[in-house]
């Protein structure tokens, strides 16, 4: 660790400073007010692709630097474009992550909410994962929830209801008292809490809001983990545009995942689209047109990045855009997002029940603890038709009931129960 030496600086030093590096600065005052509306050391991370390209790092780490000068010919109009270039660019993902955060809002408190206005109190109804409760032991699995990322979760909440001012929340506490029912406690949390209540729901409830955003599996369900890893994704994506932070060539802490699945993003799940801002524009535009088909907002992006950056002489690829983006489906204006492969009326029953695999059927069935053999009694009551099943283009479920203490896998005849 080396002390910090590097002395203050007026702002004509600091042009003094850029001009001496081999900037081309033009009209000094003009550049002082740039410097005193931007800040020198704001804009010195646009300055960095400027700078004289990479040497061999000194160290064993193999890291590469840039020297402090800039190629010949760089202007600080150069770089203050790029400024502007990034903050419209914020603007836009801003504008497209409001549009899935207001429709997020609503199916969380809507699915969510059909199992009781205050379903995300309980430990229950949320996957174990996110809340370390067990359902078999209650009792000696608290202390484990206790320390549970739901318990974090739920603290934030609290916080989030308790210093509200919003009209609606004031009449709800005064006419009711708390807690707030989940629809609406989403129309208050953030946008990382949205998304952290989306990994923690049980994986049903990921599947039927990740149907309504259109995202399916390849068993045409919602796929669910993609949902929660692009709402993760989006989350650490607004904090940067919340924060005023460089996003055109940002290197993705929170990088997206299962973009395989959606025919139109397969071209985005490569190393570098995801490492950089293009996958995120990509997932964006996919979501934007299925909650709106008539949203201009992938042609403003096409606007933005053919206009603005092309004039900035600068690569593409840099944000992660691969060569011939443009001609990828997902950027046509005839594009429209894919049709649910399932009927509507199918659809709907299914989310009318609790379905479960021929495994978890078959613990509920037979109470042997041998795998093959549970397996087995669940092939033999579905080939006698006393066991009803459900399929979803070609996969089988069983439909469950469910409670706290009770689970049944429903027969034709009668519900074979197992206490739990």
């Not at 504008?95 to 109190?121: C, K, N, S, T």
């Not at 290197?251 to 995120?280: C, D, F, I, K, T």
């Not at 509920?364 to 459900?390: T, Y």
């Amino acid at each position: 660790m080396t002390s910090y030496s590097k002395p203050y600086k007026t702002l004509p030093e600091q042009v003094a400073l850029l001009r001496d590096r081999g900037m081309a600065i033009g009209d000094e005052p003009a550049a002082t007010a740039q410097l005193l509306a931007i800040g020198y050391y704001r804009l010195s991370g646009y300055c960095y692709t400027f700078r004289e390209h990479a040497v061999p790092c000194a160290s064993t780490c193999g890291c590469p630097r840039r020297r402090d000068n800039f190629v010949v010919g760089t202007t600080l109009k150069q770089v203050v474009d790029l400024y502007e270039f990034d903050r419209a660019l914020r603007l836009l993902v801003l504008d497209g992550i409001e549009r899935v955060e207001v429709a997020l809002r609503m199916r969380l408190g809507y699915v969510v909410g059909a199992g009781g206005a205050f379903a995300h109190l309980d430990p229950a109804a949320l996957d174990p994962a996110f809340t370390g409760f067990d359902e078999e032991r209650p009792i000696a699995s608290r202390s484990h929830w206790l320390g549970s990322q739901h318990a974090k979760w739920l603290a934030n909440v609290t916080s989030e209801e308790g210093r509200s001012k919003e009209d609606f929340v004031v009449h709800f506490k005064s006419k009711y008292g708390t807690p707030l029912p989940i629809w609406v406690v989403t129309e208050l949390l953030t946008f990382g809490s949205l998304a952290k209540l989306v990994d923690g729901l049980k994986p049903g409830h990921k599947s039927l809001i990740a149907e309504t955003f259109g995202i399916f599996d390849s068993d045409c369900d919602g796929d669910g983990a993609a949902l929660a890893s692009w709402m993760s994704n989006l989350a650490y994506i607004r904090n940067v545009c919340a924060h005023h932070g460089r996003l055109w060539n940002r290197n993705m802490v929170v990088q997206l995942r299962r973009l395989e699945g959606v025919p139109a993003l397969v071209h985005a799940s490569g190393a570098q689209p995801r490492s950089r801002v293009y996958a995120s524009l990509v997932v964006l535009a996919f979501l934007t047109i299925h909650i709106d088909p008539a949203s201009p907002w992938r042609s403003r992006v096409i606007e933005l990045v053919s206009g603005e950056f092309s004039r900035l002489g600068l690569p593409v690829e840099h944000m992660g855009f691969p060569k011939g983006w443009l001609s990828e489906a997902i950027w046509s204006a005839h594009y429209r997002p894919p049709v649910d492969p399932v009927p509507a009326e199918h659809r709907e029953m299914l989310q009318h029940f609790e379905c479960v695999g021929t495994a978890d059927a078959g613990k509920f069935i037979d109470s042997s603890r041998e795998p093959r053999r549970r397996a087995s009694a669940v092939r033999s009551l579905r080939s006698r038709n006393q066991l009803l099943d459900c399929r979803s283009a070609g996969r089988c479920g069983f439909p469950a009931s469910s409670s706290t203490r009770t689970r049944a896998v429903c027969t034709r005849k009668s519900c074979a129960s197992t206490r739990r």
